[in-house]
């Protein structure tokens, strides 16, 4: 039987980009220092572009920020951040909506400074969260002996075997997920954690190990030297 329109479920990408990158040692915003002759975030939302199935991308910016009036791009750019990175993903799930995006359709949230996402990846997740009930993400599983600490020395070693690193793309529905955020409350630090209040299981999907984020000073000169790798 044809397949009416209503029926079409999009996928969408929202990336929040409104960060300051204190812990980054930068003297800006960490996702517009350049990293193998480029600006970060562009490595981001190039790896989504290159994804046929994303029907559009939204980039969440501070408001007064004029990176992108600067240096245009084909995404969707809202200045409509909010103080943590829970409302400002917020904020664009509603600017998604008012521009036309349904309840049903799927959203994945991605961190602006996750620069070595790619397209495969991307793909992964969708083809095997699109089908699910709840949703999913990335993650990495643990490789290390985990400890937690108190003043500085080692309290416990915790079981690694169950543990798993939250990356992203974290993939939901987009009513799910304001539903989720909003009864979470703005602390919260990821979209799975948000859907995890609401009693729901996300789905883990295998990440790798390069889709880590840039946070300390020395990852800048990790991801530029996976970023010139690839490129060879």
Known sequence: MPTSESNIVRF???VPCAGTGSRAGTHGPKQYERIAGHPLVWHTLAAFAAVKRIARALVVVAPGDGFFERHP?????????????????????????????????????????????????????????????????????????????????????????????????????????MQALEKAGPEVT???AAIESLGHKPLLVPGGAQNFKVTYPDDFLLAEAVLKGRHR
């Open 190 to 192: 990821d979209e799975a």
């Open 73 to 177: 791009t084909s995404a969707l750019v809202v200045q409509c951040g909010g103080p943590t990175r829970a409302k400002s993903v917020s904020n664009g799930l509603y600017e998604l909506r008012r521009t036309g995006a349904t309840e049903r359709d799927w959203v994945l949230v991605h961190d602006a400074a996750r620069c070595l996402i790619s397209p495969q990846l991307i793909d992964k997740l969708i083809d095997a969260v699109g089908q699910d009930e709840v949703g999913g993400l990335l993650a990495y599983k643990v490789p290390d002996t985990l400890k937690r600490e108190e003043g500085g020395r080692v309290a416990e070693t915790l079981p690694r075997e169950h543990a798993w690193l939250a990356q992203t793309p974290q993939m939901f529905r987009i009513g799910m997920l």
């Open 12 to 14: 969408y990408a929202l």
